[in-house]
Nanobody
């Protein structure tokens, strides 16, 4: 089992920044690829970003490319999502997720999920 706990959400103005963290416990963190997903009001869960187990390969949704950065610190068992140039459309509950092996965009491939953290961006 891997337990994931997100933090860092809150209220931001359009154009502002937030940094989300996801702390992991349980099995060896470095064996897992990590992903960030989000679900806005009335919307389906949406892929945001993923990072592989050693932190060298990342992939982003087009909607956040160039604005968000995913990173990880295996020594701290934590994955981060730096969000810059925020837009009201970024308003959502953000979830981190973990899977063995390489990262991916299909949420069904992720085995473990956090409880989510709310991000609200005002215009």
């Amino acid at each position: 089992q891997v337990q994931l706990v997100e933090s860092g959400g809150g209220l931001a103005q359009a154009g502002g920044s937030l940094r989300l963290s996801c702390a992991a416990s349980g099995r060896t963190f470095s064996n897992y690829a990590l992903g960030w997903y989000r679900q806005g009001p009335g919307k389906e869960r949406e892929f945001v970003a993923t990072i592989d187990w050693y932190g060298r390969m990342t992939y982003y949704a087009d909607s956040v490319m160039g604005r968000f950065t995913i990173s990880r610190d295996n020594a701290q068992n934590t994955v981060y999502l730096q969000m810059n140039s925020l837009k009201p459309d970024d308003t959502a509950v953000y979830y981190c997720a973990a899977k063995i092996g390489y990262g991916g965009t299909n949420y069904r491939d992720y085995e473990y999920w956090g409880q989510g953290t709310q991000v609200t961006v005002s215009s």
